[in-house]
């Protein structure tokens, strides 16, 4: 994707030559065919829907505004700052040369408690320290309306939901 020029609406996309020359690429979605040239999003939208839909949900998006400050806030770099590892195959870079894969972005079962405080103030909208707000790193929330994260134990990876505000749910592998 690139930055929309004043003539067009929202951000086209493109497949790069390199990924069009693969044997094994497939096309994104129905309305984004494997073909060279830019595909315009819909009138009225800013990027593709496909795009739209693997970037951060309602609670994806209040963890990157608490976490990271971000000064836009635009579909586009939800995306970037969502980092990879959530529940989604795409991944996002700024860079148009090299895709650099973040490290593993998955938690550790000693990190719950924690995590289970920066979700509640975050959904109640009070401040939280530097300590948590490193825990919220890019891509460590799974999204979706509802407070959880991707924890990683002995090898394997578990999503832990943590209550939401009113709700008498706990957190569970």
Do not use: C
């Amino acid at each position: 994707m690139r930055n929309a020029s004043p003539n067009r609406r929202g951000l086209p996309f493109s497949y790069a030559p390199s990924w069009l020359d693969d044997k094994h690429a497939i096309e994104l979605s129905q309305n984004l065919p494997l073909r060279p040239g830019e595909f315009e999003p819909g009138l009225g939208q800013e990027i593709n829907p496909i795009f739209e839909d693997a970037g951060p949900d309602r609670w994806g998006r209040r963890v990157i505004d608490v976490a990271f400050r971000p000064v836009r806030r635009s579909p586009i770099d939800y995306l970037a700052l969502a980092g990879e590892d959530r529940i989604g195959a795409l991944g996002f870079s700024w860079s148009a040369k090299r895709y650099e894969a973040p490290a593993d972005q998955a938690f550790h079962a000693a990190d719950l408690d924690a995590l289970a405080k920066a979700a509640h103030a975050i959904e109640v909208h009070d401040p939280i320290d530097e300590r948590l707000r490193r825990l919220l790193q890019p891509g460590r929330s799974v999204g979706g309306a509802r407070p959880k994260a991707i924890i990683q134990e002995d090898g394997r990876y578990w999503i832990a939901k943590f209550p939401a505000e009113g709700t008498k749910s706990t957190s569970a592998r």
